[in-house]
Every structure is written in C-alpha cells, then in structure tokens.
C-alpha cells in the first residue's frame, strides 16, 4: 500500500520557521515529480513549490524566497522549510507524488497521483 506522510507541522509566530517532512512507503519514489499544496478554508488547494525527479524546483510567487523544497529520494522523499512566515501561509499543507512523464503538469494538484493525509500549519500574527 502506497502512503505518503506529512509531519512538521504545527503553531508558529509571524517571522517564525517550520520544517515539513513527507515519508513514503510502499513504492520508491526517487523518480517521482514531488509537490508541496496547500489548502486555506474556504478555499481551492493551491501549489506551494515542486521538485521534479530531473532535479528541476518551482515556487509559487506567494512563497518565493521564504520556502526551499528539498528532496533525498529515501524514506522522506520530499521536505519544505518555510522561514519568514505569515499569517497567510496557514493552511492544510499536503505533500503529493506523480510519475515523472506528468512533469508538464507539476504545478496541477489535479495531475498527482498520490497525496498524504496533510499537516496542519498556524501563523499567528
């Protein structure tokens, strides 16, 4: 059974850090494209930032410069720092998995194939 699970998340104070962190188990992920989403209530997930199985990362403008991806391809195939956060950076934050021809489509939460349970991620101001 293929799972994918977040942790890292949790409360943090505006201009504070967080580090999330994906395992994987089941399947060997190390020629995946990997993502970060997120989800605000009342709202559409949304893309974060992707790391693709040739190396390659993509942020949202929202996040750019304050939130690194990072992969090993091992047990934990993808993490996300997040420094300077924001109020508006609370969310459900999810990590998901596509198979690597998808990677046209990296930044579509809809082209992803598996997704963790998500983590849930408080900036308070």
């Known amino acids: 059974q293929v799972q994918l699970v977040e942790s890292g998340g949790g409360l943090a104070q505006a201009g504070g850090s967080l580090r999330l962190s994906c395992a994987a188990s089941g399947r060997t992920f190390s020629t995946y494209n990997m993502g970060w989403f997120r989800q605000a209530p009342g709202k559409e997930r949304e893309f974060v930032a992707t790391f693709s199985s040739g190396g390659s990362t993509n942020y949202a403008d929202s996040v750019k410069g304050r939130f690194t991806i990072s992969r090993d391809n091992a047990k934990n195939p993808v993490f996300l720092q997040m420094d300077s956060l924001k109020p508006e950076d609370t969310a459900v934050y999810y990590c998901?998995?596509?198979?690597?021809?998808?990677?046209?489509?990296?930044?579509?939460?809809?082209?992803?194939?598996?997704w963790g349970q998500g983590t849930q991620v408080t900036v308070s101001s």
């Open positions: 998901a998995a596509q198979p690597s021809y998808k990677v046209l489509l990296i930044t579509r939460h809809g082209a992803y194939n598996f």
